[in-house]
């Protein structure tokens, strides 16, 4: 059994317990679900088999600022050499997973995008949100995908790190509960040729809780992509597919360069961050592409127009992870629309 959590407990209870008590509890439960869960991590990297690390079917932002990270961590402290590890992912994020596992597999190759939209959707409603919180019948048909392709594997499942990580985003614990289990790295440039300008900026924005549509918000983004088409060829990320909730929003200007012609729902990814990595900087709504700038070094550009509509945890940890520490700038910067001075 694991220890309570905050999902365990019943609101009404909660209220009235006094929060510094609520506090030195979860804490106490932390540490408890951190033993467990490196114990059975020892467990899984005893063995000998394969280790599938996925299937990963959420977002980018996490995958890059949590999951990645933390399968790096588990490789390093508990010795698993590469060749063990199979990421298994969507997309073609393939690259991000250079150096910890020496395998990919694509989800999109067992099912068309179609498909996965579908069943993801059903899997969040199974589960009960959209995160990867416990092993749905759709995580398990992918696994067995997996498994008829590279034969017997054990399985590290997104839910595991969830359950470690969940302390800090309930405000549990400090940003360093996340860093002690975690290895956050500089990623290299998918090595594929693009036939890209020498000098450029690539842009992603589109609408999400944090970046909702208005007028203001559609005016801020015109007059944005004209702005930096002045300075540098603006090269668009925005890929045409239906493949996630993101409605992209940039409008059709002269000053903008696409990328849909060279992007399938199995290489979007791939291609966006062979674009992103080689780019001036990036500009774009703030969300999980304001991420995968800065581990390819790039200065990211993020903007929002609802402060409520994203956790400060995440920025918080962002914002630690990407501070340069020698002096100079740090590598993501975030604004407000009304505030951005564009």
């Given at each position: 059994m694991f220890p309570l959590t905050a999902q365990d407990v019943p609101a009404r209870v909660r209220r009235v317990i006094p929060r510094p008590v609520r506090r030195i509890a979860g804490r106490l439960a932390a540490h408890g679900i951190a033993r467990q869960v490196e114990q059975q991590l020892m467990v899984l990297a005893s063995g000998r088999e394969p280790i599938v690390a996925g299937p990963w079917l959420g977002?980018?932002?996490?995958?890059?600022l949590y999951w990645v990270p933390f399968i790096r961590w588990f490789a390093a402290r508990f010795g698993v050499p590469p060749g063990r590890i199979v990421a298994v992912s969507r997309g073609g994020s393939e690259p991000w997973?250079?150096?910890?596992?020496?395998?990919?597999?694509?989800?999109?190759?067992?099912?068309?995008?179609?498909?996965?939209?579908?069943?993801n959707q059903t899997r969040s409603i199974e589960v009960g949100e959209q995160k990867q919180v416990a092993i749905a019948a759709f995580d398990d048909e992918v696994l067995a995908a997996v498994r008829d392709e590279i034969g017997?594997?054990?399985?590290?499942?997104?839910?595991i790190m969830y359950r470690l990580f969940a302390p800090y985003?309930?405000?549990?614990?400090?940003?360093?509960?996340?860093r002690r289990f975690a290895r956050?790295?500089?990623?290299?440039?998918?090595?594929?040729?693009?036939?890209?300008?020498?000098?450029?900026?690539?842009?992603?924005?589109?609408?999400?809780?944090?970046?909702?549509?208005?007028?203001?918000?559609?005016?801020?983004?015109?007059?944005?992509?004209?702005?930096?088409?002045?300075?540098a060829p603006v090269i668009s990320l925005s890929t045409g597919l239906s493949i996630d909730?993101?409605?992209?929003?940039?409008?059709?200007?002269?000053?903008?360069?696409?990328?849909?012609?060279?992007?399938?729902?199995?290489n979007n990814l791939l291609v966006q961050s062979a674009?992103?990595?080689r780019a001036r900087r990036f500009v774009g709504t703030y969300g999980g592409f304001a991420y995968l700038a800065p581990f390819y070094g790039?200065?990211?550009?993020?903007?929002?127009?609802?402060?409520?509509?994203?956790?400060?945890?995440?920025?918080?940890?962002?914002?630690?992870?990407?501070?340069t520490g020698d002096g100079a700038a740090p590598l993501l910067h975030l604004a407000r629309v009304e505030e951005a001075g564009i």
């Open positions: 977002e980018v932002g996490f995958e890059l997973y250079r150096g910890v596992a020496d395998r990919y597999l694509d989800v999109l190759q067992f099912m068309s995008a179609d498909e996965f939209r579908r069943r017997s594997a054990t399985v590290l499942h997104p839910e985003w309930w405000g549990h614990q400090p940003l360093s509960w996340v956050f790295e500089r990623m290299a440039p998918p090595a594929i040729d693009l036939n890209l300008p020498p000098d450029y900026i690539a842009v992603k924005f589109y609408f999400n809780d944090c970046f909702t549509r208005t007028e203001a918000t559609e005016r801020f983004v015109d007059r944005t992509i004209r702005r930096l088409g002045t300075e909730e993101h409605g992209p929003c940039e409008p059709d200007v002269a000053a903008m360069r696409s990328i849909q012609d060279r992007l399938s729902p199995a674009i992103v990595a790039v200065p990211s550009h993020g903007y929002y127009s609802d402060r409520d509509g994203f956790s400060v945890r995440h920025l918080d940890l962002a914002q630690a992870v990407f501070a």
